[in-house]
């Protein structure tokens, strides 16, 4: 089994401020990570996914997540908030790379504050 | 760029009806998902589907059913409609081992 947990329903961060959202997961094999963001009347869009390989990757828009297994996280993060940011965000974890379905936590809502 | 549509953006059904919605993707995806969205809840997974006429059991499968007769289609079935499915419906489809393409959603609302 495997499971997801997001801290924080919401996030507020000031314009040009470090966002950090954190994201914490459980799982029985070595697992897919993934960041997906959802934007108002959108679908999900997603931002990176790790699956082997280098711990610290790079996505859209600026943002990065750094998959630590000793500690089972994987953060979001991206040095400085832009307006255009607000929107839900998504962890999921996956142990077959999406074959047999993501499991997500439960989502953080980004606030950016002008 | 991969495409997957939903039938419709809103819709309103009463209590007892029989529901269907409907995703297609135009990228001869071999997997596709269905999710329910619920604010606090996050995505859970109703049912998937790795090949035609093939279906598995998500998260929450109860009170729901699913219909995967050609590849590109992949519908989700409420057979007697109740308030507690009142969501929104997230589609989704992959190849195997690859990233979820997402639909638009649809806003499910039963009276």
């Known amino acids: 089994a495997q499971s997801v947990t997001q801290l924080g329903s919401h996030v507020s961060v000031s314009e040009g401020a470090l966002v950090l959202l954190r994201c914490n997961y459980s799982?029985?094999?070595?697992?897919?990570l993934f960041w997906y963001v959802q934007y108002p009347n959108q679908g999900l869009q997603l931002l990176l996914k790790?699956?082997?390989?280098?711990?610290l990757v790079k996505g859209i828009n600026g943002f990065e997540a750094e998959f630590k297994k000793s500690e089972t996280s994987f953060h979001l993060t991206k040095p400085s908030a832009h307006m255009s940011d607000a929107a839900e965000y998504f962890c999921?974890?996956?142990?077959?790379?999406?074959?047999?379905?993501?499991?997500f936590g439960k989502g953080t809502h980004l606030i950016i504050q002008p | 760029d991969v495409k997957v549509t939903q039938s419709s953006r809103y819709l309103v059904k009463r209590t007892g009806e029989k529901v269907f919605l409907e995703c297609v993707q135009d990228m001869d995806h071999e997997n596709m998902f269905w999710y329910r969205q619920d604010p606090g809840l996050g995505l859970r997974l109703i049912y998937f589907?790795?090949?035609?006429?093939?279906?598995e059991k998500g998260d929450i499968p109860e009170g729901y059913s699913v219909s995967r007769e050609k590849k590109e289609r992949f519908s989700l079935i409420l057979e007697s409609a109740s308030t507690n499915q009142t969501s929104m419906y997230l589609c989704?489809?992959?190849?195997?081992?690859?990233?979820?393409?997402f639909g638009s959603g649809t806003q499910l609302s039963v009276l």
């Open positions: 799982s029985s094999v070595p697992p897919y």
């Open positions: 989704a489809s992959s190849l195997k081992g690859s990233k979820l393409f």
């Open positions: 999921a974890v996956s142990s077959g790379g999406g074959a047999d379905g993501l499991t």
């Open positions: 790790y699956t082997t390989g280098a711990t």
């Open positions: 589907s790795y090949d035609v006429k093939m279906k």
